[in-house]
């Protein structure tokens, strides 16, 4: 408790750093990919340990500013566990913590304001399947109604309800969020939704008929990622994107 910030490195373990590192990466992708909305929306991710402690943005900071030391370390009550300058955004807080409490698989949560996320979040019949990107969400997704910005402590319990053991949740008329096991694994489930938010968003610019897809390869999606990914998911693909931030701006590991 109460840690400088010049002393961070040396007062936390091997295991909350590496979780730090990929987190701050986290961030630095989702400005990379324009998925940013200055310095609102949020990732978090469950510090190991029986004391449900969690790291989250600092609020104030451009995604493409964070790095591994900025994040802020909170409890379940939003109460910081470490020394920081920077405060907690309390809308972050009261979406995060109440999947954190009641998801132990979710380690991470992501949640954005994508400009076509949002799109399709204000479409009454949400994500349709028109794409191989889409059959991934639309086979475990849910939809939480718009209460006006989460504010409100007795929302958490809708949330929770409307994601129950899914691992995406559109928030209408706000956006998307992904959960996963990782910080990988919510970044890819979060690049897999934004993704199939734009095709729906372009095709339904076009003329024509658009064709969904059926039934049967929606049921089949989960074990046809589970293939495609030898079982690894979103941590595939997860060393070769710290490699292009390295190349483009290492300071997310400081």
């Not at 010049?6 to 324009?34: N, S």
């Not at 997704?141 to 910005?149: A, K, L, P, S």
């Not at 996963?180 to 095709?199: K, P, Q, S």
């Amino acid at each position: 408790m109460n840690a400088p910030k010049r002393h961070l490195r040396a007062v936390i373990d091997e295991v909350e750093w590496a979780l730090r590192v990929d987190l701050a990466a986290c961030y630095r992708l989702i400005a990379h990919f324009g998925w940013d909305d200055l310095i609102f929306t949020h990732v978090s991710a469950r510090v190991p340990g029986p004391d449900h402690h969690f790291l989250i943005n600092p609020y104030g900071m451009l995604f493409d500013e964070i790095t591994a030391t900025s994040l802020v370390k909170v409890d379940l009550d939003g109460r910081k566990v470490l020394e920081s300058e920077y405060d907690v955004n309390p809308a972050g807080f009261t979406i995060h913590s109440a999947i954190h409490s009641a998801r132990d698989d979710a380690q991470c949560v992501l949640h954005v304001h994508s400009i076509n996320g949002i799109a399709i979040s204000a479409q009454k019949q949400g994500l349709r399947p028109l794409s191989q990107h889409s059959i991934f969400v639309a086979s475990s997704i849910g939809y939480h109604d718009y209460e006006g910005v989460a504010l409100n402590d007795d929302e958490r319990p809708r949330l929770v309800r409307d994601l129950g053991s899914k691992k995406f949740l559109m928030l209408r008329n706000h956006g998307l969020l992904t959960v996963g096991a990782t910080v990988a694994e919510a970044f890819m489930a979060m690049y897999l939704f934004e993704t199939a938010c734009t095709i729906q968003v372009r095709a339904q610019a076009g003329a024509g008929e658009l064709v969904e897809i059926g039934t049967r390869i929606l049921d089949g999606a989960q074990d046809q990622w589970k293939r495609v990914t030898r079982a690894s998911g979103g941590n595939l693909a997860w060393p070769a994107l710290l490699r292009r931030l390295d190349r483009m701006d290492g300071s997310f590991r400081l």
